[in-house]
Structure formats: structure tokens, C-alpha cells
């Protein structure tokens, strides 16, 4: 596996350790906190996956994000644990790292999602990290560092914000990391093997086969002694790793192969690992590969899907399209094909084949915002307003963040002769640009459609806060 050494990575993959000292700092300047409660890790966690967001780069990408989603459900179901919402985010970092943070979120990078084998692999680390949010492990863990003055962490979270490269500043980065590291082994240590066993049962509750979580540490283990001469950060936050193999090992040992259920695959790993592999290489690398793979490997399916998805990135969908037909044909009801070569027809403007590949991937990827908006737009380019109404709404009930849709809203309403509802989504989408006065306009156009009181009273104020 083609891994940047873990050296370059060492402050970027920190951000976990920064933003738990911060919390701490917090905890200590707050007198005569006992120890949280579910509602208080609650907040602060929804407020710490924001900062994470901003700091971190997140995978954007539906197939992803909903792969791992689905895994990461299927283990719920068997904790029973209803108090906070859990959410599963992908960030891109070719390190390999899981980590869980206060509230029920849980982090994994795409360079771990590469380096798995299997589908039980990935459940096990996803697992491992939901039984530390479920035990509650670094809301303990924070009780137990108010030990720790706030001159440390103060240092701990300058060094590790400075960058290696710059001068005079790595001893000191170097030093925050280690300072870091040695924080957070004094709560993972002991929490681990409660975190293993805990995941242990909810992989096989699930019907994984629970001896993935070894197959997984061997396999890290044996990727920080021969691909890196450094201790990835995954080794670092969850320690005693050769234990825990020997432990496992052990429970394991009286264990039949093929005892588990194995429930149907959440998805196609080897090409969610392509899409992963696309974006960490750039899209040149990504064409050159694959090509030099298919000189190798004629015909073999997922090298045609990542070229074909590597010139889609690069902006080159008419190269795409034969590629991934090719692919096609070998694979006929492959949704993640279908998927991709729906969005290289939409590109080159042949609306007819996009919309039959697109409609045809919806079924493997029902909630993806990205097929329902090419799926709106290509309706909406041939007259066909009322399915494209219907999938911008979808778009906007699954990504109401989405402010461009409003703009599409209104032009689609627009053109069916609602004028009230084309005015107020156009208002919607200025207020969102923060264009106030153009937002308060359409505010005040939409008003002269509508007799429907409560529909006034929602313009009126939508009108007060532009003018303010």
C-alpha cells in the first residue's frame, strides 16, 4: 500500500488529542464540576464534531459515508444504548485512525478503511469505538486529568497547533505529542480490553465474525513494523496492542470458523476502497495507476471502475464512458457502475442515458443527494416539473445545508406558474448568501401570493430579520 510515512502526518493526526485537552481546560475552569452528565457529553460533543469538521478534511461522498453508516448501525442495534444520536464521519487521512469523541461520534479515516480486508474487519474497529462511547470512557477519562495543570496543557495544545516545518518549532510540536500521548495512555490502557470485549459482543450479536478484531490488530501491527518505522497514531491512542491480541486470541481459540451469521455485505468494500484510493492519490495519479492495472488485468472489473471514476474527477466524462460500460457489461446490475456512469452521461449532456443509469443506481443508494440532484436537474432540463420538484425537496429533507437548491426551487417553480413559492425559495436561498436586501425583495414579492395566514405570519418574520 502505496501510505505517506506517518512522520508528515504527526500534527495533522493529533487533532483528537488537541481537542480533548481543550476540553479538559474546559472542565478545569469550570468549579465544581463533579463529572458529566449524558445531556452535558451530549452538547459538548456536538459542539467538539463541529471544530473537527473545520480542522479535519471529511470525505464528502455518499457510497463512503453510507457504507460505514450502515455497518456502524447494524452494531447499535445490538448495544441498546439510546442516549445519544451516534454519527459516523469518514476524514481523509492516509493514516490509519479510529476514534471516538464525547456523545456518539465516532471518527475513521480513510487511510484504516484501505487497509482492511474484509467487511468484519472494519465492524470490529467500528465496534471497538463504539463500545468506548458506550462505556463512556473519555468522559472518565476527564475526571481522572484534572490532574493535569493547565500551564501542560496549555503547552500541549501551542506545540501541537505549530507547525513541524516551520522553524525552531518541531522539538516543540514533537514534545506536545509526546505529552499528548502520554494524557491519553493513562485512560486508554485500562479502558481497552473493556472496549474489546464490549465490541466483542456486539460483532457477534450482529453476526460478524468477532476474530476480524485480531485479524485487524496483527494486520496494524504488523503495518507499523514493516510500512512504517513510526507508531501510528492508532497505536499511540489505543494501546497494549500485542496484549490484546494475545487476549483475544485466547477467547477466540474454542471459537469454530463459520460460527457467525455473516450478515449480507453493508456495501462493496473493494470499491468504496477505490473511491477512497481516487481521492488520496488526485485524479493523474489515480488514471495512471489504473491504467498500468488494466495492462496487467484486462477486463478486470474494478480497475475499469476506478479509471473510470479517476477521469470523471479529472473532468474528463467522455473518456469515462466507454470504460465504465465496459464495466457494465461484465457486471451488469452493479449499482456503484450504474451510479458513476449516470454522472459521466449528465456531464456530456446526453440527459436520456444519464437519467436510466441514474434511476436505475437510485435503487442501491436511495439517500444520495448527489444521484437526486442530477436526477432533478435532468427533469428539470427536459419540462419535466413535477419530478423535479419532487427530488429537489428530497435533496433539501436529506441535505437541508444545501443552499443551492432553494435557487433550483424557485426556478422550477417558476416555470410552473408559483409565483409564491418560486419568490420565497429565491428569498431563501439570498437569505442564506446573507444578501438581505435582495432576500427581503422576494420576502415581499411571495407575500402578495399568499392568503394563508400562517404562511404571512412565517414571510413576515422571515422580512424582520433581513431588515435587521
Known amino acids: 500500500m502505496n501510505l505517506r510515512p506517518v512522520a508528515c502526518q504527526l500534527v495533522r493526526c493529533i487533532h483528537l488529542i488537541v481537542i480533548f485537552c481543550l476540553i479538559v481546560t474546559i472542565c478545569l475552569s469550570t468549579p465544581g464540576m463533579a463529572s458529566m452528565t449524558v445531556e452535558e457529553e451530549k452538547e459538548l460533543g456536538d459542539k467538539l464534531a463541529k471544530e473537527l469538521q473545520q480542522k479535519l478534511e471529511m470525505i464528502d461522498?455518499?457510497?463512503?459515508?453510507a457504507y460505514v453508516d450502515k455497518i456502524g448501525r447494524r452494531l447499535l442495534e445490538e448495544t441498546h444504548d439510546f442516549r445519544f444520536p451516534y454519527r459516523f464521519y469518514v476524514v481523509k487521512e492516509m493514516e490509519p485512525n479510529a476514534f471516538a469523541i464525547p456523545g456518539g461520534h465516532i471518527f475513521i479515516t480513510s487511510g484504516l478503511i484501505r487497509l482492511v480486508h474484509e467487511e468484519d474487519e472494519l465492524a470490529g474497529v467500528i465496534g471497538h469505538e463504539i463500545a468506548h462511547s458506550v462505556l463512556r470512557h473519555i468522559a472518565k477519562a476527564m475526571e481522572r486529568a484534572k490532574r493535569i495543570s493547565l500551564a501542560t496543557l496549555a503547552a500541549i495544545i501551542a506545540g501541537a497547533f505549530l507547525s513541524r516545518d516551520a522553524k525552531g518549532t518541531g522539538a516543540l510540536a514533537t514534545s506536545a505529542m509526546a505529552m499528548a500521548q502520554s494524557l491519553m495512555l493513562k485512560y486508554t490502557r485500562e479502558n481497552e480490553v473493556e472496549a474489546d470485549q464490549k465490541g466483542t459482543k456486539?460483532?457477534?450479536?450482529?453476526?460478524?465474525?468477532?476474530?476480524?478484531?485480531?485479524?485487524?490488530?496483527?494486520?496494524i501491527y504488523r503495518w507499523h513494523r514493516f510500512v512504517s518505522p513510526n507508531v501510528p497514531t492508532y497505536l499511540s491512542t489505543h494501546p497494549g496492542v500485542d496484549f490484546r491480541i494475545t487476549h483475544l486470541s485466547d477467547i477466540f481459540s474454542n471459537t469454530p470458523e463459520g460460527s457467525s451469521r455473516h450478515p449480507l455485505a453493508a456495501g462493496d468494500l473493494k470499491k468504496i476502497q477505490i473511491r477512497l484510493s481516487i481521492q488520496e492519490r488526485g485524479e493523474v495519479a489515480s488514471i495512471n495507476h489504473f491504467s498500468a492495472l488494466l495492462q496487467k488485468k484486462p477486463g478486470n472489473i474494478n480497475a475499469l471502475y476506478g479509471l473510470g471514476g479517476a477521469y470523471i474527477a479529472a473532468g474528463r466524462a467522455k473518456e469515462a464512458i466507454p470504460i465504465l460500460t465496459d464495466a457494465l457489461k461484465a457486471s451488469p446490475h452493479d449499482g456503484y457502475i450504474m451510479r458513476e456512469l449516470g454522472i459521466a452521461y449528465f456531464q456530456v449532456k446526453d440527459i436520456g442515458r444519464a437519467l436510466q443509469s441514474l434511476q436505475a443506481a437510485l435503487s442501491s443508494f436511495p439517500h444520495d443527494t448527489t444521484i437526486l440532484y442530477y436526477l432533478a436537474q435532468g427533469h428539470q432540463e427536459e419540462g419535466r416539473w413535477e419530478q423535479s420538484l419532487s427530488l429537489y425537496r428530497r435533496v433539501v429533507e436529506l441535505e437541508p445545508q444545501r443552499v443551492g437548491i432553494y435557487h433550483n426551487l424557485g426556478v422550477v417553480y417558476s416555470m410552473m406558474g408559483q409565483l409564491g413559492p418560486a419568490h420565497e425559495n429565491f428569498g431563501l436561498y439570498f437569505r442564506e448568501k446573507e444578501k438581505w436586501r435582495t432576500a427581503c425583495f422576494h420576502f415581499r414579492k411571495a407575500m402578495g401570493y399568499y392568503v394563508d395566514k400562517d404562511k404571512r405570519k412565517q414571510l413576515e418574520a422571515l422580512i424582520r430579520e433581513c431588515e435587521r
Do not use: E, N, Q, S
Open 61 to 65: 461522498d455518499h457510497p463512503t459515508r
Open 202 to 219: 456486539y460483532l457477534m450479536d450482529a453476526g460478524y465474525d468477532p476474530r476480524a478484531m485480531v485479524t485487524f490488530l496483527k494486520k
